[in-house]
């Protein structure tokens, strides 16, 4: 079946901009997750919705990010008035139980 | 809550030789415990997983080993290839934590020589 999958692929982009990075996660998996990860680093923890609902927002880096999830299903995860130190791979991972399946990624651009 | 520490951050080996990775968690409460492994360039991919019933398990050249007691498990790599080459991450589950059901160690940066 389909995995997860995420779009643009890549996205290069002017500091001050704002940018939309998109997630649809497997059909039927109730749990979904956004990371970033930055070139050579580990998997930065976002947020997470079970279902439409997120219970924490704090793992968001500023007031600038925000991601919202509609239907159980697709994700968004806006970033606003994009800086340098935003760029890096953001990363998508949905779940039903335990194991989690990662999306191939956004590589974000900040110019 | 749940906290994942994983070591070494780096292991270089020679192709042939043995790796070993290992993780330690601090909730108790844990009871599944995958490893990811994450090419570069690529998405991360569940390549084992061991529940807290049993002690170890394998497939092929990779094993897991988890210590209840203790609160730590490893990832065993036997007969390495170029092709283990990779960043392995460990995790462990958690319940009503404010980062969803895993929490991701930091990785290890596996390279093997040829």
């Known amino acids: 079946g389909a995995g997860v999958s995420q779009s643009p692929s890549n996205k290069v982009t002017e500091k001050g901009k704002d940018v939309e990075l998109r997630c649809d996660p497997i059909?039927?998996?109730?749990?979904l997750y956004w990371y970033r990860q930055s070139l050579g680093q580990g998997l930065e923890f976002l947020i997470y919705f079970q279902g439409n609902s997120a219970p924490d927002k704090s793992g968001l880096p500023s007031d600038r990010f925000s991601a919202e999830r509609t239907g159980g299903s697709v994700s968004t995860l806006t970033i606003q008035r994009t800086q340098q130190e935003d760029s890096a791979v953001y990363l998508c991972a949905s779940s039903l139980l335990d194991e989690q399946f990662f999306g191939p990624g956004t590589r974000l651009t900040v110019l | 809550g749940e906290n994942v520490e994983q070591h070494p951050s780096t292991l270089s080996v020679q192709e042939g030789d043995s790796a070993v990775i290992k993780c330690t968690y601090s909730?108790?409460?844990?009871?599944?415990f995958p490893w990811y492994k994450q090419e570069l360039g690529k998405r991360p991919q569940l390549i084992i997983d061991?529940?807290?019933?049993?002690g170890e398990k394998k497939d092929q050249r990779i094993a897991v080993t988890l210590n209840k007691t203790a609160k730590h498990f490893s990832l065993h790599i036997t007969e390495t290839q170029p092709e283990d080459s990779a960043v392995y991450f460990c995790?462990?589950?958690?319940?009503?934590?404010?980062?969803?059901?895993?929490?991701f160690g930091k990785g290890t940066k596996l390279s093997v020589k040829p």
């Open positions: 061991i529940r807290s019933n049993v």
């Open positions: 995790a462990a589950n958690s319940y009503g934590g404010s980062q969803g059901n895993l929490i």
């Open positions: 909730d108790s409460a844990s009871n599944y």
């Open positions: 059909s039927g998996h109730t749990a």
